[in-house]
């Protein structure tokens, strides 16, 4: 059983920084890959960042150059760095753990989710 909570979230203007953080409890953290996804109002939750248990990455192409996942398995915890935000990127920000070490990018794919954590982005 994976618990996940997430912290980090807030107003910020274009062009400006977050740090997300997603807080893990449970045994089989460092064999999990870790995921970030994120709902925008009216549309449907979508893959953003994932890594595996050894530490491989893979964005979605919307974000690539400006965020950066992370983890520190000591600490089981995730991060989402990012940068150059935009207008775009506001959402509801999921943190999400798989049963498996490999990096995924389908909701179907992860089966334990944070509550989220607010993001919006200001002109």
């Known amino acids: 059983q994976v618990q996940l909570a997430e912290s980090g979230g807030g107003l910020v203007q274009t062009g400006g920084s977050l740090r997300l953080s997603c807080a893990a409890s449970?045994?089989?953290?460092?064999?999990?890959?870790m995921g970030w996804f994120r709902q925008a109002p009216g549309r449907e939750r979508e893959f953003v960042a994932a890594?595996?248990?050894?530490?491989?990455?893979y964005y979605t192409d919307s974000v690539k150059g400006r965020f950066a996942i992370s983890r520190d398995n000591a600490k089981k915890s995730v991060y989402l760095q990012m940068n150059n935000l935009k207008v775009g990127d506001t959402a509801v920000y999921y943190c999400?753990?798989?049963?498996?070490?490999?990096?995924?990018?389908?909701?179907?794919?992860?089966?334990?989710w944070g509550q989220g954590t607010q993001v919006t982005v200001s002109s």
């Open positions: 999400a753990a798989r049963s498996g070490m490999l990096v995924r990018v389908t909701l179907d794919s992860y089966v334990y």
């Open positions: 449970g045994s089989i953290f460092s064999f999990t890959a």
């Open positions: 890594i595996s248990w050894s530490g491989e990455t």
